[in-house]
């Protein structure tokens, strides 16, 4: 399984500021994405970050908000832009194993806390 | 659009055989997975079985799939303390390969 890295791994942060959170990983790989978990919820999808063109985001999530970085194969950021208290969660960044169907991984995950 | 239902908590004893239940919705999901998450800390893939398996066995973790009822079920035998954590069910459908994951079912072992 391909070895997932983020950060920073936690950070506090105030409202109306801008996070980048990046995520490496130790091979090169097709499919990245980037998920928020917010408190005691669930995982949800923010959007595909594809290798050499803009992200495509799921219903509800925009590039103005969550811009995409995707440079090359095996490196990604996640920019959560303007925060507000409501984007506290924990953002994952998984990566889809190659030649084991639709199976991700899933990095450790950057815990953010806006005040 | 897909759906993932879970139940949200659990708990056995240490050393008891430990089942959690999964339904989804999506009758075209090819792959189901499940993911172990301990606190503080990220997803673990588990297991994942394919749409055309009943059945799949690793170690102490033995996946059931029901395709009719569209029903996931992960048991885990001779439970541990070290097993308590959430477990998420997950289901995958189209080619792009995204997840959708259920809420988690927060499994806690008693001594």
């Known amino acids: 399984s391909a070895v997932i890295s983020q950060k920073p791994s936690r950070d506090i942060c105030q409202r109306g500021t801008s996070l980048t959170i990046q995520c490496q990983v130790d091979s090169q790989v097709t499919m990245m994405f980037w998920y928020r978990q917010q408190p005691g919820q669930s995982l949800t999808l923010i959007a595909t970050a594809n290798q050499g063109s803009e992200a495509t985001y799921e219903s509800g999530f925009v590039i103005d908000k969550f811009p995409i970085s995707r440079p090359n194969l095996t490196f990604s950021t996640l920019t959560v832009s303007n925060m507000s208290p409501e984007d506290s969660s924990i953002y994952l960044c998984s990566v889809g194993a190659e030649g084991a169907g639709e199976t991700q991984y899933f990095g450790p995950g950057t815990r953010l806390l806006v005040l | 659009g897909e759906d993932v239902e879970q139940s949200l908590f659990l708990s056995v004893r240490e050393g008891d055989s430990s089942v959690i239940n999964c339904t989804y919705t999506?009758?075209?999901?090819?792959?189901l997975y499940w993911y172990k998450q301990e606190p503080g800390a990220g997803l673990q893939l588990l297991t994942y079985i394919f749409s055309n398996m009943d059945m799949k066995q690793d170690q102490r973790l033995t996946v059931l799939l029901n395709k009719k009822d569209k029903h996931l079920s992960l048991r885990i035998a001779d439970t541990q303390t070290g097993d308590s954590a959430i477990y998420f069910c997950?289901?995958?459908?189209?080619?792009?390969?995204?997840?959708?994951f259920g809420k988690g079912t927060k499994l806690s072992v008693k001594p």
């Open positions: 997950a289901e995958s459908s189209r080619s792009q390969g995204n997840l959708i």
């Open positions: 999506d009758s075209s999901s090819t792959y």
